[in-house]
């Protein structure tokens, strides 16, 4: 990145600061991954120079006969390797995806049923701090005591309520998603079904996840995660969905551009259609097997060294930490954790006794460091040092006052980072990571 580094220095060392971290640390959020070189080098290309207003043959502006190939390209790729007769690579991200699905089939106002945000759902899917539960009425449904969906008061809801549309995704579950009973639910209520796989869509085209195409009229999923591409999203519309409407490819279309976005961003279709290709093949097959096999090694392991697991293990890619005991400390958990080399997310755990900012729980999964090549050996030294820095900061407790979170915050990051554990446990972490090199060509 010489032209970076001469032109931007301070942008440059940012760069490289975050090259060396990503280098040194086990990434173990489930919603993150490394791409490859292929889909670094398409993102960073000069097709983000071009404005391309529409759709392959029908742009609003000139110069675009190679864009639209590459489109075409990322189109007919996605539709082999999903299932599907319609596919649109155009919408930014997940959540910009999803609210062209509403537009699409719902009024405002609708009623919509959606995984509640606390049980494993996602802000989209109705949740009423997102724009989707204030323009439609989003209503909850739930785990069970289990920690498993509750299909049956899903059932009860949508007799009750007769939902416009009902969403089968998650953001924070660990077992499979059972799209076969949410047929059945939708089609006795009436509802569009809509599949959000945005977390498990590498391990449905890897085989280790039942597809939703069969039983769903839409599919919506981002292209990161499990997949490992750029950070884009697909809308995809099922023969089931054009046998319950004909014209909703083209309802979709038209809401995602002009309804809700202008041109696409170029350089990122070119990187999916890239991550396509490489998904489509026999390795990104074991892959997502391998990703499987670590999270429920990894599960396995935390048991093992004392930690519960909401449901007691994962289907997925992964997992939930409760800490239910010690209400609020996921934050801990997330910073001790990221002090010493491992990089997950605070979550809020089913029935949590604390509050969206400061849960009691963490989320975590495997994507990232199977990309690095870890397999169920490794799982057992993370699931160690993890424990370890657990154990170590278990006897922090958050204090239900605001004014005295504050300081007590302060206190704690304070201590940890003079933690002999957690500086013996980085060292570890940094030898593993050496053992498993990524973007080595990028610089150490």
């Not at 969403?167 to 209520?189: H, L, M």
């Not at 491992?342 to 849960?359: A, H, V």
């Not at 006052?401 to 980072?417: M, Q």
Request: glycine content about 10%.
């Amino acid at each position: 990145m010489k032209h970076l580094s001469k032109n931007d220095p301070d942008l440059y060392n940012l760069y490289t600061s975050e090259l060396k971290r990503q280098q040194q640390g086990l990434e173990l959020i489930p919603s993150e991954n490394y791409v490859s070189y292929a889909v670094l080098e398409a993102m960073g290309s000069i097709l983000t120079n071009k404005y391309s207003e529409g759709y392959a043959g029908k742009r609003y502006y000139g110069g675009n006969e190679f864009i639209d190939e590459i489109e075409k390209i990322a189109e007919k790729r996605a539709k082999k390797l999903f299932g599907v007769p319609y596919v649109n690579v155009q919408p930014y991200s997940g959540s910009p995806a999803n609210l062209a699905v509403y537009f699409a089939t719902c009024n405002p106002g609708d009623t919509v049923l959606g995984l509640d945000l606390s049980h494993g759902g996602h802000l989209t899917h109705g949740f009423k701090a997102s724009v989707t539960g204030q323009i439609y009425n989003g209503i909850g449904y739930h785990v069970k005591k289990d920690g498993y969906i509750d299909y049956e008061e899903i059932e009860e809801l949508a007799k009750k309520y007769k939902p416009k549309l009902i969403w089968a995704g998650i953001t924070a579950y660990s077992r499979f998603v059972e799209f076969e009973k949410f047929e059945r639910i939708a089609s006795n209520a009436g509802a569009y079904l809509v599949a959000d796989i945005a977390h498990i869509a590498g391990l449905v085209v890897g085989g280790v996840h039942e597809s939703p195409v069969p039983y769903v009229h839409i599919v919506t999923t981002t292209t990161h995660k499990t997949l490992r591409g750029p950070r884009g999203a697909m809308i995809m519309v099922t023969d089931k969905g054009l046998k319950k409407d004909s014209e909703l490819s083209k309802k979709i279309a038209t809401k995602v551009f002009p309804g809700s976005q202008g041109g696409p961003h170029d350089h990122t279709t070119a990187a999916i259609a890239t991550m396509l290709k490489e998904a489509e093949s026999p390795s990104f097959k074991d892959y997502a097997k391998q990703v499987v096999l670590n999270a429920k090694a990894l599960s396995k392991a935390l048991i093992k060294n004392g930690l519960k697991i909401v449901t007691n293990g994962t289907d997925n890619h992964m997992m939930l930490i409760d800490m239910s005991d010690n209400p609020g400390c996921g934050i801990f958990i997330q910073e001790a954790l990221n002090l010493s080399g491992m990089t997950l997310n605070k979550n809020t755990i089913p029935g949590d006794p604390s509050s969206p900012f400061y849960p009691s729980g963490a989320r975590l999964g495997t994507p990232a460091i199977t990309t690095r090549g870890m397999k169920e050996k490794e799982m057992n030294l993370v699931g160690e040092y993890m424990t370890r820095v657990i154990k170590e900061i278990s006897r922090y407790q958050l204090p239900g006052d605001k004014k005295e979170r504050i300081v007590y915050l302060k206190k704690f990051n304070k201590e940890i980072r003079d933690n002999d554990v957690i500086k013996e446990v980085r060292e570890q972490v940094r030898d593993l990571c050496k053992r498993f090199p990524i973007y080595q060509e990028l610089g150490e």
